[in-house]
């Protein structure tokens, strides 16, 4: 079945230590984002990329970069996590010309920073 | 000023019955969509229903309808005959009009039991 894909699905870092969590598809979708979901907080985007194109929210702390080397891949480096960046990380994607631009998402990575 | 407002923190209803959930929005495009996600325990954010804002019907998905009062920028989810495993996160969102990629901007979400 096509999806969306993050591994691991739990991850644990020592504070300050570089971490990077992965997001793959096979939806073949032009557009990939990132979100950082705090408990019981609504998600809330990081930055996405369309295509090539990276998009960075305005208040995304410069501690978190992304990459996209493929169509299908994107990848969420925190380069020193604090105890702060502990979240849920959900990776979603859709496809610019599609109907109602539906975001399918990823099962999550919850970010644990000791 | 918040672009999707959930006054609902918790709710709590009966299996077997129906139950709604509120949402209100705020924006002054023309061209918008509403979307209603469910997130279970485990964390995967589910579509559960989609409305266009040019969408003269309500939206229906199964046990799931939306109403939609456009007039009022409401976009109340409704799930009729509740089951256990309804029970969940339910996040409404909204897709504005503007920019190729076109993000969604969800609300604070309201928590669903379903009693036995």
């Known amino acids: 079945d096509a999806m969306v894909i993050q591994n691991p699905r739990y991850q644990v870092t020592q504070f300050g230590k570089p971490v990077t969590l992965s997001c793959s598809q096979t939806?073949?979708?032009?557009?990939m984002y990132w979100y950082q979901q705090k408990s019981s907080q609504a998600p809330k985007l990081l930055f996405h990329?369309?295509?090539?194109?990276?998009?960075n929210e305005a208040d995304t702390p410069d501690n978190f970069q992304s990459r996209r080397p493929n169509t299908s891949f994107c990848f969420l480096d925190i380069r020193s996590p604090g105890l702060g960046d502990a979240a849920m990380y959900l990776c979603?994607?859709?496809?610019?010309?599609?109907?109602?631009?539906?975001?399918?998402f990823g099962p999550g990575t919850r970010l644990t920073v000791t | 000023a918040q672009k999707i407002t959930q006054t609902q923190p918790g709710m709590f209803v009966q299996e077997k019955e129906a139950v709604t959930l509120d949402c209100t929005y705020d924006?002054?495009?023309?061209?918008?969509?509403l979307f209603w996600y469910k997130q279970p325990s485990s964390g995967e954010m589910i579509f559960l229903i989609y409305?266009?804002?040019?969408?003269?019907q309500n939206a229906t998905e199964g046990r799931y309808s939306l109403n939609f009062q456009k007039a009022r920028k409401s976009a109340n989810l409704v799930i009729s005959a509740s089951q256990l495993g309804d029970s969940a996160m339910y996040f409404c969102?909204?897709?504005?009009?503007?920019?190729?990629?076109?993000?969604?901007?969800f609300g604070s979400g309201t928590q669903l039991t379903v009693l036995p």
């Open positions: 990329y369309y295509d090539k194109d990276f998009n």
């Open positions: 969102a909204m897709r504005e009009g503007r920019g190729s990629a076109r993000q969604l901007t």
């Open positions: 939806l073949n979708h032009n557009v």
């Open positions: 924006t002054s495009d023309q061209s918008y969509g």
């Open positions: 979603a994607t859709s496809r610019v010309g599609d109907s109602y631009y539906e975001q399918y």
């Open positions: 409305q266009g804002s040019y969408d003269e």
